[in-house]
């Protein structure tokens, strides 16, 4: 209740936290089912949306510096009287200005008013995005200011909010204000002591600052705070995770057999050191007092997928039943090509179970497994879903590549009666950071390539290489070798010039004439990709036109040469993925990155490539580079479930909040508990995901 000096009683209602969003002022029904589809629900939702970015007040630059599709202000005399023009419902008004470098004409659209302000000798800053209209550049509603007005507007970021239809930014910056103006702030969780020790902004204030920030400084520090807060909830939910599973007795205590022997012998090379070390380290788990949860962390190509062969075997020559799952429909196909033949000589029955199967085909599946006729299922996320009842699931095997999934893990497993579970990942994340990361299991390392692999020859080129490369491509293929190009986009885009597969490959087409060209992306459908994977695995297509769906996982180790479009557009660690699909044999591979765009910083980058063929390597050079708490860097690693922390970039804030979360005493963690019994609920009962 706050009284106004003077003035008649006002009672001013103070917001909770958990009040509908209705209840903010400004927000009627209609707003708040457009705010219900930004998973805005409450005020806590509503504050707690947060910005995707700031719009800054750059500098004024010269006008010759201008590019189209960029915002940019300039700094101009009007040299023209306005010309307003009237073409259809649009009144038009156009003035040219200029500066010492060049001039350039503006526009504004149905702004009549503006006419007088715009008198030619006036000078003003001018700012918006320029477009090129019949061949010149304009620069179309640009914001108008006298400098003093932009010198203020400099020293302000303003928050660029997602938004949804019906929601507009000023909409929100306006009930976030309002928001947080009135809401009673929940009281800092964290002790004291936690937050002198690593000099951390109040929650309250990290909220306010991240949300309006006054400047720079402190939005890094605000976005620190929150950062910490995110994962200092999720390193202290995954030790409690771990803390349960410990006391979890093995349901399914596994005997060796001596099929695993067979298949192990009847493979076409001897497993490599760490190969079997992890092997090792893997049955001990099944065959002791406690269920397996554990980490088979390898790099690319490094034969992972052996190891899940093998546990799983050993699993259903137990009497139990184990599933593999995968990310993609096309690696779900393969698993299931390379496991299901070699398995059955050991009366081991495998199944396939993906999204995209008709319902009669699921309901068969669903059939089998229940009734426990076949012992190996190997699917997609459909493996999770709520029909599938399984019979003595005694192992799991999620194939993660590089998304954390404690959540579908976690679903999974809550399918048997804590079965084992083994997570297989390709993510290069340096030891440090795993070890947080997968609090909740116990890492098995596969540091160790198989012998015989040369290391992949790397060029970074620009577009003028083209030529070059196909008739390189061209030798391969005469080799008898295969290769794959990828480019970012599946149909040409007016807003994006990138390479698109279609056009592509029929550009390829007539470059390697003699060649079986095809084309594969995320939109065909699942059975069509299957069969382009089918046939290109067989060698019957050469050459594969791609978007980044054979990112993880795929096996082709006949393919050598891994040419990739606008390589500028990725990140390095999907880069060091698709790179990763060649190499996986006896013969020599190349890697092509094909550099769109110049720039030094994009250079630098892919060079990085150039130097190692190691993803940790390439993980840590990526995150020297991009340096920690770049607020307005591009999330690369944005397959972690975190809202604003970024594993590789916040690094040390993650090493950071998990050093303060294990020092917790017991007093200091009943205390935050007391403090937040929401919070308590969250992270006790904590199955993956955000929390
Ligand atoms: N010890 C080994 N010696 C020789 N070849 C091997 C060995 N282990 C696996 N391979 C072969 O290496 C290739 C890559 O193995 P696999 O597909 O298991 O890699 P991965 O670790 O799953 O890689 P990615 O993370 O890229 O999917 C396969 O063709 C596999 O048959």
């Known amino acids: 209740m706050t009284l106004l000096p003077g003035r008649k009683e006002v009672i001013m209602k103070e917001l909770k936290l958990t009040d509908s969003v209705t209840e903010v002022k400004g927000i009627g029904a209609k707003t708040e089912k457009a705010l219900n589809k930004l998973l805005i629900f409450t005020v806590s939702d509503l504050v707690r949306h947060y910005p995707r970015g700031y719009d800054t007040y750059e500098p004024p630059v010269p006008i010759t510096s201008v590019k189209e599709g960029e915002k940019a202000a300039i700094e101009a005399s009007i040299i023209t009287s306005p010309l307003?023009?009237?073409?259809?419902?649009?009144?038009?008004?156009?003035?040219?200005?200029?500066?010492?470098?060049?001039?350039?004409?503006?526009?504004?659209?149905?702004?009549?008013?503006?006419?007088?302000?715009?008198?030619?000798?006036?000078?003003?800053?001018?700012?918006?995005?320029?477009?090129?209209?019949?061949?010149?550049?304009?620069?179309?509603?640009?914001?108008?200011?006298?400098?003093?007005?932009?010198?203020?507007?400099?020293?302000?970021?303003?928050?660029?909010?997602?938004?949804?239809?019906?929601?507009?930014?000023?909409?929100?910056?306006?009930?976030?204000?309002?928001?947080?103006?009135?809401?009673?702030?929940?009281?800092?969780?964290?002790?004291?002591?936690?937050?002198?020790?690593?000099?951390?902004?109040?929650?309250?204030?990290?909220?306010?600052?991240?949300?309006?920030?006054?400047?720079?400084?402190?939005?890094?520090?605000?976005?620190?705070?929150?950062?910490?807060?995110?994962?200092?909830?999720?390193?202290?939910?995954?030790?409690?995770?771990?803390?349960?599973?410990?006391?979890?007795?093995?349901?399914?205590?596994?005997?060796?057999?001596?099929?695993?022997?067979?298949?192990?012998?009847?493979?076409?090379?001897?497993?490599?050191?760490?190969?079997?070390?992890?092997?090792?380290?893997?049955?001990?788990?099944?065959?002791?007092?406690?269920?397996?949860?554990?980490?088979?962390?390898?790099?690319?190509?490094?034969?992972?997928?052996?190891?899940?062969?093998?546990?799983?075997?050993?699993?259903?020559?137990?009497?139990?039943?184990?599933?593999?799952?995968?990310?993609?429909?096309?690696?779900?196909?393969?698993?299931?090509?390379?496991?299901?033949?070699?398995?059955?000589?050991?009366?081991?029955?495998?199944?396939?179970?993906?999204?995209?199967?008709?319902?009669?085909?699921?309901?068969?599946?669903?059939?089998?497994?229940?009734?426990?006729?076949?012992?190996?299922?190997?699917?997609?996320?459909?493996?999770?879903?709520?029909?599938?009842?399984?019979?003595?699931?005694?192992?799991?095997?999620?194939?993660?590549?590089?998304?954390?999934?404690?959540?579908?893990?976690?679903?999974?497993?809550?399918?048997?009666?804590?079965?084992?579970?083994?997570?297989?990942?390709?993510?290069?994340?340096?030891?440090?950071?795993?070890?947080?990361?997968?609090?909740?299991?116990?890492?098995?390392?596969?540091?160790?390539?198989?012998?015989?692999?040369?290391?992949?020859?790397?060029?970074?080129?620009?577009?003028?290489?083209?030529?070059?490369?196909?008739?390189?491509?061209?030798?391969?293929l005469e080799e008898g070798r295969q290769a794959y190009v990828i480019c970012p986009m599946v149909e040409e885009s007016e807003v994006i010039e990138a390479e698109n597969v279609i056009e592509y490959t029929e550009k390829l087409k007539e470059a390697l004439p003699f060649a079986h060209v095809e084309y594969l992306h995320g939109k065909m459908k699942p059975q069509e990709k299957n069969d382009i994977m089918e046939r290109f695995s067989k060698g019957e297509i050469q050459v594969l036109v791609s978007t980044t769906v054979v990112e993880v996982g795929v096996n082709v180790p006949n393919a050598t040469v891994m040419m990739i479009e606008n390589a500028e557009r990725f990140g390095l660690a999907q880069l060091h993925q698709l790179r990763g699909r060649v190499g996986r044999g006896k013969y020599q591979s190349y890697c092509i990155l094909v550099c769109g765009r110049e720039g030094k910083d994009i250079r630098k980058r892919l060079e990085i490539m150039n130097q190692s063929n190691d993803g940790f390597y390439i993980a840590g050079e990526d995150l020297k580079l991009r340096g920690p708490g770049d607020m307005f860097g591009i999330r690369q690693s944005g397959e972690m479930e975190f809202k604003l922390g970024d594993i590789y970039q916040d690094a040390k804030v993650l090493m950071e909040a998990n050093e303060a979360a294990k020092k917790l005493t017991k007093e200091e963690l009943e205390a935050i508990f007391l403090k937040s019994p929401e919070l308590k609920l969250k992270i006790v009962e904590f199955k993956g995901g955000t929390l």
């Not at 038009?92 to 060049?102: A, C, E, F, H, P």
């Not at 020790?197 to 705070?225: G, I, T, V």
């Not at 995110?230 to 057999?257: C, G, H, I, M, P």
């Not at 879903?385 to 799991?396: C, D, G």
């Open 84 to 476: 307003v023009k009237q073409v259809r419902n649009l009144k038009i008004i156009t003035i040219r200005v200029k500066d010492v470098s060049g001039s350039l004409s503006l526009s504004w659209f149905n702004m009549p008013f503006l006419k007088n302000r715009l008198m030619s000798g006036y000078h003003y800053i001018f700012r918006g995005k320029a477009a090129r209209k019949n061949g010149a550049l304009v620069i179309e509603q640009p914001e108008i200011y006298t400098r003093e007005e932009y010198q203020r507007k400099m020293n302000i970021l303003q928050p660029i909010y997602p938004l949804t239809e019906g929601i507009t930014n000023n909409l929100l910056t306006k009930a976030i204000k309002t928001a947080m103006g009135e809401a009673e702030m929940a009281e800092d969780y964290l002790p004291k002591a936690v937050i002198k020790e690593y000099k951390l902004m109040n929650s309250k204030n990290a909220l306010l600052e991240l949300h309006f920030p006054k400047d720079k400084e402190l939005l890094a520090q605000a976005r620190r705070r929150l950062v910490f807060d995110e994962f200092f909830q999720f390193t202290l939910a995954l030790s409690y995770l771990k803390e349960s599973k410990k006391s979890w007795k093995n349901n399914f205590v596994l005997e060796d057999r001596q099929g695993c022997g067979d298949y192990e012998n009847s493979l076409p090379y001897d497993l490599t050191g760490a190969q079997r070390r992890a092997w090792e380290e893997i049955r001990k788990d099944m065959k002791s007092e406690h269920t397996m949860n554990r980490l088979v962390q390898g790099d690319v190509g490094s034969g992972k997928t052996v190891l899940a062969a093998l546990s799983l075997l050993l699993t259903a020559l137990n009497g139990y039943q184990g599933c593999l799952m995968v990310p993609t429909e096309v690696l779900a196909q393969q698993h299931y090509e390379t496991i299901s033949d070699a398995f059955l000589e050991f009366g081991i029955q495998t199944v396939l179970l993906t999204g995209s199967m008709t319902a009669a085909a699921k309901r068969g599946v669903y059939e089998r497994i229940k009734k426990g006729e076949v012992q190996i299922i190997i699917g997609t996320h459909a493996l999770i879903q709520e029909k599938v009842e399984y019979r003595k699931l005694a192992l799991v095997v999620t194939d993660e590549q590089h998304r954390f999934g404690v959540r579908q893990r976690e679903m999974l497993s809550g399918k048997g009666e804590h079965p084992h579970v083994l997570v297989m990942s390709a993510t290069p994340i340096p030891r440090t950071l795993a070890i947080i990361l997968y609090g909740d299991l116990d890492i098995s390392l596969v540091d160790e390539l198989p012998a015989g692999r040369l290391p992949i020859k790397n060029c970074v080129v620009d577009t003028g290489y083209r030529s070059t490369a196909y008739r390189f491509i061209g030798k391969q």
